[in-house]
């Protein structure tokens, strides 16, 4: 059974510690017009995908975070994607298992802020600048998705944490809000 618990305020640290420490679900409908009041809701889910996939990318079983931040930007979200992954990765750095971080990685070193933004078009130029090809021996074009290799390839390289952004309209989700 899980726990269910609305929590209110920005996402800082307390909030993420607490969130992290506790099963939350999602809201209901009716919840959900309550987000003005509440400012912030996080979700931590078990997921479990049916469709077949072939890249290591999209696995069957994960958790994932989902938040419902009402009246958010775009720059506000990065923001938070940003302090979510960093207070995980100190939190993870200061507990106990923290030495297996290092033994996977020995040059492991705890992220800088603030993370790199980078266009998709951007990043597309940068893989053609470096020669970057695709499996087919072709260069990167405006509207490729970029796959994981290239994308190690590139944060390896420019050795920062980059969050890439505004991906063409004809790559999102139909769902998904368009950049003004």
Known sequence: MLETKALTGPLDATWLRLATDTHICSLDPPGQA???????HLALWNNHRAEQSRTRRNLAEFTHVETEC???TFQHLLNRLEDL???????VLKSPVASIVY???LSFKPLKRPFRRMNSSDAIE????????KEDTI??????????APEILMTDTINESILLCRFPVENKFFYTQQYP
């Not at 309550?34 to 912030?40: D, M, S």
């Not at 940068?126 to 090809?133: I, N, P, T």
């Open 85 to 91: 992954v960093c207070n995980v990765v100190d939190r």
């Open 103 to 105: 033994d996977l990685n």
């Open 139 to 148: 260069l990167y074009e405006f509207g490729d998705d970029i796959p994981e």
């Open 70 to 72: 009402p009246f958010l």
């Open 126 to 133: 940068w893989l053609r600048e470096h020669s970057a090809k």
């Open 34 to 40: 309550c987000l003005k009041r509440l400012q912030a």
